[in-house]
């Protein structure tokens, strides 16, 4: 029989635990990775996600401040509208009625309504009393305060005159109506 005999010493095996050690150390650093990586992913997916559904809520937010501005727009025309129609006076009703008190049409030779209410018109008279009639007639309307006769002059056969009419606008917008 052959027999071995080992001149070599028994040594234990010390290189299995710090290599068991390694590989352990190993698989828990990767997988400490592999867990860090999946939380930056799955991070990211929500941040993604809430700019997202800020940008539907601003792009909302825009549109309903567009529609409040177009409503407020709306509402501040309306206020307009209303406040110019409440200022309007009625001037062909009553250019109507200044040439309604002329006996013709053709002795009205001007007529002219200013910004401070008042009235100016240039007619024609056969006789001062005519004039004096008319400015009596008008006197008479509820909306007229005052009525000047600014000036008077003779032409061949009749008067050539010019009338200073101060109104009361509301009440000529309560007598004539609004404008048509």
Known sequence: MNTEINLLEN??????????????????????????????????????????????????????????????????????????????????????????????????LSYNFTSENQLIIDARFTSLKNVSNYVKVILGQDYVLDTELTSVSKMETSYQTTLTISLDSEALVKELGEND
Do not use: C
């Open 11 to 108: 040594q234990s095996k010390k290189h299995i635990a710090p290599l068991l050690l390694g590989v352990v150390s190993i698989l828990l650093l990767a997988s400490v990775i592999t867990v860090l990586l999946y939380q930056k992913y799955n991070y990211e997916n929500r941040i993604e996600n809430q700019t997202n559904k800020v940008s539907q809520l601003e792009t909302q937010l825009l549109e309903k401040q567009g529609e409040l501005a177009g409503e407020k727009q709306h509402e501040q025309l309306q206020q307009n509208v209303s406040t110019l129609k409440d200022g309007m006076i009625p001037n062909v009703a009553l250019y109507k009625q200044m040439l309604n008190f002329l006996s013709s049409s053709e002795q009205l």
